[in-house]
C-alpha cells in the first residue's frame, strides 16, 4: 500500500518548507522531500544565512578595528577565521534544526532523499543507501531551487576555483581574490573577504554592477566599494582560467580587445545560478521546461499537468527567498482552494554589503523605458541626524512617484539599515500610498526612518533638513 497525501512538496528550501507548513495549516495531509538532509535549502544551508553571518561578523571586525578614531581603545585585534566559521555554522544548524521542528510541530511528513516522478502523481524517494519509497500525491509541488552556473569549460574545485559555496567556507584568508561578476553574490562576498584582508578584484562582463539595479545607485554603489578597497574591471570578459598549484591565472579581454592575466589565489564565480530539475525525471511525465530551462508555470504556478505546480529559483522571476517563500504561500492557498496571490511590482531587493542597498517597484531606467512620467524625491543620510549622530552618513534615499498622482512608484536606497528601511516602502506600496502619505506619517527621531520620510517629503521639494 502506498503512503497517500494530498500534497507532495519536493525540495525543503525557503520556497518547499514554506508551502508545506501553509498547506498542512489548511488541513491539508502533506509531505515534503529534501534531499540534502538537511532543511532550509540554499537559503539556510549555503546562502542567504551562512552569507549574511560572514556579513556580518566581517563588518564587526573591520568596525573594531576603527573604534579608537571614536574614542574606544582596545588591544590588537585578531582574526580567528576557524571560530568565525564555527559561528557561521552554528547559526546555519540552529536554523535548519529550527526548519525541522516546524515541520514536525505543523505535521508535515519529512522524507530525507532524492524526489523523483514516477508518473504525475507517484513519487520515488531514493535515501542515501539507494532504498527506494514510493508515495502518492493528489497534488505535487516542485521547489528543487537553483545551483551555481560557472563559466563554459571552467569547472569549481571549491578550493582554488570556488562557486558561492566553497567561498563560504575557506580555510583561510587568501592574498587575492578575482570575483567574476559584479552581482550580489560577488559583491557580498566580495566584501567579506576584502574586510578580513584579502585583496579583491572584480571583473564584469557589463559597463555597470548589479544589472537590472537603478543606474544611479548601482554608480553610487561601485564608488563606496571602490572606497572600500575593492577593484573593478569592467566590460572585461573572462577568456579562460588557467589552475596552477594552489593559484589561478585568469585571462581576459576587454572591450577593446586588450588582454589582461589576473594572477590570484581564488576565483570566485559568480555569474548567476540555474534553476535545478536535475533526478526529477520531469521529462518522464512530461512536465514542461521553458527555453531556460525553468519549470514552465502559468500565473496560478501550475504546469502542464493539471496537478503538478512549481515555486521559487526553479521558475521564472527573481531567484529571492522571500519571492519564493510567497509563492509558497500562495500556492498553498491555491492547492486549498483559496485565492493566493504574489505581488511580483513589490518584490524588495536587498544587497547586505556596508551600506546596505536596498530597492523595489520601478527605476528609473524602467519608467523612461514606459514612458511613465514621474517625479524624484532625494534624501541623503548625510542630513540624517541618526547617520550623523553615529558617522555613518554614506548613501541617501531616491522616492519614484507618479507625476500626476503621486504614487510611489518605486524605491532605491543605500546607507545603513537600507534592508530594513525599504518595508515601510513596501507597505505604502501594498496600500498604493502617494508619496505624501509617506511625508505626512509621524516618524520617530532620531532614526534612519527619517530619511525616508524626508526623500518622500523631497518629492513635493518641501525636505525640511536639505
Ligand atoms: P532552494 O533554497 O534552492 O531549495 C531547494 C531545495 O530542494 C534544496 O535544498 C535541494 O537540495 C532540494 N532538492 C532539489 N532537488 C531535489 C529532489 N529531486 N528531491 C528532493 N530535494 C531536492 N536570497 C535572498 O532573498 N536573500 C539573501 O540574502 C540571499 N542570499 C544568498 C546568498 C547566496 C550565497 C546564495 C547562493 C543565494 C542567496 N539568496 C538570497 C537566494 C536564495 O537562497 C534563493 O532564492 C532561495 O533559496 C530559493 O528558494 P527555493 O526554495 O526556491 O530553492
Ligand atoms: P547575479 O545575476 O546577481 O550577478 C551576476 C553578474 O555576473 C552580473 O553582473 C553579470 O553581468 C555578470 N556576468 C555574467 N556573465 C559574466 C561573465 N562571463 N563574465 C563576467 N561577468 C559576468 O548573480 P549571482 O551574484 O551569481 O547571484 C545569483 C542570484 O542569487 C542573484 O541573482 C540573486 O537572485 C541571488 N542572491 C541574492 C542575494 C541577496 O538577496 N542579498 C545574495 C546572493 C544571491
Request: glycine share 10%; net charge neutral.
Amino acid at each position: 500500500m502506498l503512503d497517500k497525501f494530498q500534497a507532495i512538496v519536493i525540495g525543503g528550501g525557503p520556497g518547499g518548507y514554506v508551502c508545506a507548513i501553509r498547506l498542512a495549516q489548511l488541513g491539508l495531509k502533506t509531505a515534503c522531500i529534501e534531499s540534502r538532509g538537511s532543511l532550509g535549502g540554499t537559503c539556510l544551508n549555503v546562502g542567504c544565512i551562512p552569507s549574511k553571518s560572514l556579513l556580518n561578523l566581517s563588518d564587526e571586525f573591520h568596525k573594531v578595528q576603527h573604534l579608537s578614531n571614536k574614542g574606544i581603545e582596545i588591544g590588537e585585534v585578531k582574526l580567528n577565521l576557524a571560530k568565525m566559521m564555527q559561528s557561521k555554522d552554528k547559526a546555519v544548524t540552529v536554523l535548519t534544526k529550527g526548519v525541522e521542528f516546524l515541520l514536525k510541530k505543523n505535521k508535515v511528513t519529512y522524507f530525507k532523499g532524492i524526489g523523483s516522478f514516477k508518473s504525475k502523481n507517484e513519487i520515488s524517494i531514493k535515501d542515501e543507501k539507494d532504498n527506494e519509497t514510493l508515495i502518492f500525491g493528489d497534488k505535487i509541488v516542485i521547489a528543487t531551487g537553483s545551483v551555481p552556473v560557472s563559466l563554459p569549460g571552467i569547472e569549481f574545485d571549491e578550493k582554488t576555483i570556488v562557486s558561492s559555496t566553497g567561498v563560504l567556507k575557506l580555510d583561510q584568508v587568501p592574498k587575492k581574490m578575482v570575483v567574476v561578476g559584479g552581482g550580489y553574490i560577488g559583491l557580498e562576498m566580495g566584501s567579506v573577504w576584502s574586510r578580513l584582508g584579502t585583496e579583491v578584484e572584480v571583473v564584469e562582463f557589463l559597463d555597470h554592477i548589479t544589472p537590472g539595479m537603478d543606474k544611479e545607485i548601482s554608480s553610487e554603489f561601485m564608488k563606496v566599494l571602490k572606497k572600500q578597497g575593492i577593484k573593478f574591471y569592467m566590460q572585461h570578459k573572462v577568456e579562460k582560467i588557467k589552475k596552477d598549484k594552489s593559484e589561478a591565472i585568469v585571462s581576459t579581454k576587454d572591450m577593446n580587445g586588450t588582454s589582461k592575466d589576473f594572477k590570484t589565489d581564488v576565483v570566485l564565480i559568480s555569474v548567476g545560478r540555474k534553476p535545478n530539475t536535475k533526478g526529477l525525471d520531469l521529462e518522464k511525465v512530461g512536465v514542461e521546461l521553458d527555453d531556460k530551462k525553468r519549470v514552465k508555470t502559468n500565473k496560478s504556478f501550475q504546469t502542464n499537468l493539471d496537478n503538478v505546480y512549481a515555486i521559487g529559483d526553479v521558475i521564472t522571476g527573481p531567484m529571492l527567498a522571500h519571492k519564493a517563500e510567497d509563492e509558497g504561500v500562495a500556492v498553498a492557498e491555491i492547492i486549498a482552494g483559496q485565492s493566493g496571490h504574489v505581488n511580483y511590482d513589490t518584490i524588495p531587493g536587498v544587497i547586505y554589503t556596508s551600506p546596505e542597498v536596498a530597492c523595489i517597484g520601478k527605476t528609473e531606467e524602467q519608467l523612461k523605458e514606459k514612458n511613465i512620467k514621474y517625479k524624484i524625491g532625494k534624501f541623503s543620510f548625510m542630513a540624517n541626524s541618526r547617520a550623523k549622530a553615529i558617522d555613518d552618513v554614506e548613501g541617501f534615499v531616491k522616492i519614484l512617484a507618479d507625476e500626476k498622482t503621486d504614487k510611489v512608484l518605486g524605491a532605491h536606497l543605500i546607507g545603513p539599515h537600507a534592508g530594513e528601511l525599504i518595508a515601510e516602502i513596501g507597505i505604502a506600496m501594498e496600500f498604493g500610498a502617494s508619496s505624501e502619505d509617506i511625508a505626512r506619517t509621524c516618524h520617530a527621531h532620531p532614526t534612519f526612518s527619517e530619511a525616508v520620510k524626508e526623500a518622500a517629503l523631497s518629492v513635493d521639494k518641501r525636505a525640511i533638513h536639505s
